[in-house]
């Protein structure tokens, strides 16, 4: 039987003055070894559960467990345990980014020497060696997030916990970042929890994701499987030419429009229809595939 990492039940967190909870009768459970995403849109609630379950917030009632553990009686078996990333500051920015990864690391139990040698694997596997010697506070937003991640995953924790992980970084270093992350999973067994609001990325990585809205999970599950519940629809792209309008049907869900852009939820049985129209516009063009976990969380965030 597999080992939980995480366990949640009946979780609720109301902040003083508020009347609505930030986080509403979450129940949730994150295998050891599993990588676990958590989609959601601004207000989702998404943060307020993760800062609960590394006990940096208290809960207004409910329950969390790690590995078997009160979160809330155990704070130092939590900090030995888990590793996290928050969405936004940088703790150690007085401090050179090869300063700041040895004293992670060091803090971490581990022995001057083996901190040495993790300062040294981190630099090469987030690639910052071109600004080891530069001071934390002087880095890009960019660069600064590659430096949280190093900080996040120095001394090998068996819990990682990642708000936001891939904010500030081009698309080159954002796939990096998702290699590294299945790399520690597959080679080092670290059990992964993040935030994200890309789902086409997320689903690369996830063994499973929750949807969060309001407080609460609308879906929880494989990608494969929650995309089961738009078997029935397409996705359809529409790249337009300056000033075209085009004729599309209105009674579709739009997912979003820009000036150049239109992206359309298309039951499959009208695909055909519509495809014969488009063609007869040389002047556009267009892509038809399968629902993306990206639809599916469109889809709840855009639900009543």
Do not use: C
């Amino acid at each position: 039987m597999t080992e939980v990492a995480y366990e949640i039940e009946r979780l609720v967190k109301v902040y003083p003055r508020q009347t609505e909870a930030a986080t509403n009768d979450v129940s949730l459970s994150v295998r050891a070894g599993e990588v676990f995403g958590i989609l959601g849109d601004n207000g989702a609630g998404k943060t307020t559960l993760v800062r609960q379950m590394v006990n940096l917030l208290r809960s207004t009632s409910g329950e969390i467990r790690l590995f078997g553990r009160s979160v809330p009686g155990n704070p130092l078996f939590v900090s030995r345990t888990v590793a996290y990333m928050p969405q936004s500051s940088m703790a150690l920015n007085r401090l050179k980014v090869k300063e700041a990864i040895y004293f992670a690391a060091h803090l971490r139990g581990m022995s001057r020497r083996d901190a040495a040698r993790e300062r040294d694997a981190m630099i090469e596997t987030w690639q910052l060696g071109p600004v080891r010697d530069k001071s934390s506070s002087r880095l890009s937003g960019g660069q600064q997030r590659l430096l949280q991640l190093a900080l996040a995953t120095a001394g090998r924790l068996p819990v990682a916990v990642l708000d936001e992980p891939t904010n500030d970084l081009d698309p080159v270093n954002r796939k990096h970042v998702w290699e590294v992350l299945r790399k520690f999973n597959a080679e080092q067994g670290t059990t992964i929890l993040f935030i994200t609001h890309d789902a086409i990325e997320a689903e690369r990585i996830v063994h499973r994701v929750g949807i969060m809205r309001k407080g609460s999970f609308l879906a929880i599950g494989q990608p494969a499987q929650l995309k089961r519940k738009l078997l029935d629809h397409m996705r359809l792209e529409v790249w337009l030419p300056p000033g075209e309008v085009p004729a599309l049907p209105a009674d579709m869900p739009q997912h979003w429009k820009s000036d150049d852009n239109v992206v359309l939820s298309v039951p499959r049985d009208r695909a055909p229809a519509l495809l014969s129209e488009l063609r007869l516009n040389e002047s556009i063009d267009y892509r038809l595939y399968s629902a993306t976990l990206e639809d599916l969380y469109l889809h709840y965030a855009n639900s009543d």
